[in-house]
């Protein structure tokens, strides 16, 4: 993993640091607020499956195929969801932003929009990306709107693109930010988070 390398992103409200084990306690409180595990559409762990979930993340590490974060709040100090790099692709510099989730109560918060902002900012200006891509499913809605507001654009829709656990087929929304959008981008990313919250 020469390329992408644990690494640990502050911001004022938030800070990505490297998964560990030593989140699970905080993150199945934070699962369980929202009963996130719970939507169709998306998939959450559960409280019962945390351990699982980080074992998976953290194999996919030691692979080279995904670099996995814990979003810590900075008011608290606890983890309140995770979030990651992956479908990494060194050669051509793309990477994917996903596998994202949050408790509800910092759902739709400064949180999600700072932690995007220092997300894209590593891989542009550290990492050098020519691309970033966002999935998330047809029906997820407000991750939809979400990643529409960061200034993402769609590139298409992967029509039954998956088999969800209970057997329904996901259509998988592809969009990205390509390098020459970043500084626009990063202009408007930074400018809603100096507007009051109830303007975002």
Not at 32 to 47: A, C, F, I, N
Not at 96 to 116: D, F, H, M, P
Not at 158 to 167: D, K, Q, T, V, Y
Request: hydrophobic share 40%.
């Amino acid at each position: 993993m020469a390329w992408l390398e644990p690494t640990t992103l502050r911001g004022s409200t938030a800070t990505l640091v490297p998964l560990s084990n030593a989140h699970h306690g905080d993150l199945v409180t934070a699962t369980r607020d929202g009963e996130l595990w719970k939507l169709w559409y998306t998939t959450v762990p559960s409280p019962e499956t945390m351990s699982d979930e980080i074992a998976r993340r953290l194999h996919l590490l030691d692979k080279g195929f995904m670099l996995p974060f814990a979003v810590v709040e900075n008011a608290t100090g606890k983890a309140v969801g995770m979030t990651t790099y992956m479908n990494v692709d060194a050669a051509n510099r793309r990477v994917e932003i996903g596998s994202t989730w949050y408790a509800k109560r910092v759902q739709r918060s400064r949180l999600n929009s700072e932690c995007k902002l220092m997300l894209l900012t590593h891989a542009f200006d550290t990492l050098k990306c020519i691309a970033i891509e966002f999935r998330t499913s047809f029906f997820n809605h407000q991750s939809r709107r979400a990643i529409e507001r960061l200034g993402a654009k769609l590139d298409g829709i992967l029509r039954n693109h998956a088999i969800l656990p209970e057997g329904a087929r996901r259509d998988t929304c592809v969009y990205s930010i390509i390098e020459n959008e970043w500084p626009s981008v990063r202009t408007h990313l930074t400018f809603q988070l100096q507007r009051p919250a109830g303007e975002r």
